[in-house]
């Protein structure tokens, strides 16, 4: 079967705190394990929508291992490429909100099987009939071996022809800002599509606003530039300089993590219908809006009809 987008990386058995406010330094309850990894949940996304998705990536012989497998089968994923490794533990994150809704995250995938994700694990076959291969940054910040695959990926699917959509999705936890402003710059060139949330761009930059911070970018390799603005929606620079913004729908927000994965994996799918990038903008914003509603970073919308119906009656903040 010729995939339409395959991405590769860490899966992570996630434990969200119940109660808002209650950092990771108390006992209190925690609710999961949910299946997780910034990758994998655009890809299982992608799938939902309708795409046919596929992943690389090793997770433990373990039930979180096994939890993660079955949640993407379910969803149609292909994961004849996700490795089952007996000598390590499925990656963990705990993630807990504080009062004003900022994250704070207790990681274990440097020493998880996440970090075995190694380069020999690519196999180049893999990327025959692809369409876009989406990255994300979180899976490079984890160790030598998955950055190596990451950089793989993106060189073998360019020197095809293969569409590369990247998300830095920084974690100051796993990687210092300066080293991820490296590596940013440096990845940019294997780049077509950067998919970036405002604060990361203006972090990354070095300060400065996030439109001129990412017209800048279109001179350092991708072709568009998409801004996520959380409840502010989200903008898009293009070549050309030509602008295009979208506002957030209006929703009652449960849990937001994820939601900037999920608006990836609406927008590679509007991508590739050939839509217009003011429509795809409102597509990814409306995806993006039903996962903020549901607890768990993959719960995002179940299918594409979701997402049209929330468009159709749903209310954009700052329309009329
Ligand atoms: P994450 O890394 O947590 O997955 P992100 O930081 O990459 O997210 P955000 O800008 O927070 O990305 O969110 C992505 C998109 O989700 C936004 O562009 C917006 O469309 C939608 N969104 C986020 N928060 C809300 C909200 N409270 N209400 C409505 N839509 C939201
Ligand atoms: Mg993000």
């Keep these: 079967m010729n995939m339409d987008v395959i991405s590769l990386g860490e899966l992570i058995a996630e434990f969200v705190r119940v109660h808002r406010g209650v950092m990771h330094d108390v006992a209190d309850l925690y609710m999961g394990p949910f299946p997780s990894g910034a990758p994998a949940i655009t890809i299982d996304s992608a799938a939902r929508l309708g795409l046919n998705a596929g992943f690389i990536g090793v997770v433990g012989n373990d039930d979180f291992g096994h939890m993660i497998i079955n949640r993407l089968r379910r969803d149609g994923v292909d994961t004849l490429r996700v490795i089952i490794d007996n000598d390590s533990i499925t990656g963990l994150a705990f993630v807990a909100y504080d009062q004003s809704g900022s994250r704070r995250f207790v990681f274990n995938l440097k020493w998880s099987s996440s970090a075995k994700l190694t380069p020999s694990l690519i196999n180049p076959d893999y990327f025959t009939g692809v369409r876009v291969l989406h990255v994300s940054g979180s899976t490079m910040y984890i160790g030598k071996g998955p950055r190596d ?50 604060e990361e761009v203006n972090v990354l930059m070095g300060g400065g606003g996030a439109l001129e911070n990412a017209i800048k970018l279109l001179n350092k390799g991708p072709e568009i530039i998409v801004v996520k603005r959380g409840v502010n929606g989200s903008f898009a620079v293009s070549r050309g300089n030509q602008y295009h913004e979208e506002y957030a729908f209006e929703v009652n927000e449960v849990d937001p993590t994820g939601a900037g994965d999920v608006f990836n994996a609406a927008f590679i799918y509007g991508y590739l219908k050939g839509w217009g990038i003011n429509q795809i903008l409102k597509f990814a914003n409306a995806a993006a809006a039903i996962k903020v509603t549901r607890m768990g970073p993959m719960e995002g919308p179940g299918g594409i009809n979701e997402v049209l119906e929330l468009m159709r009656k749903g209310k954009q903040r700052g329309v009329k």
Excluded: H, Q, W
């Design 149 to 198: 695959a990451c950089i793989k990926a993106m060189s073998e699917a360019r020197r095809r022809g293969v569409l590369v959509s990247y998300d830095p999705n920084v974690r100051v936890e796993l990687m210092s800002i300066n080293d991820t402003r490296e590596l940013f710059l440096n990845s940019l060139r294997l780049v077509n599509v950067l998919l970036i949330s405002e």
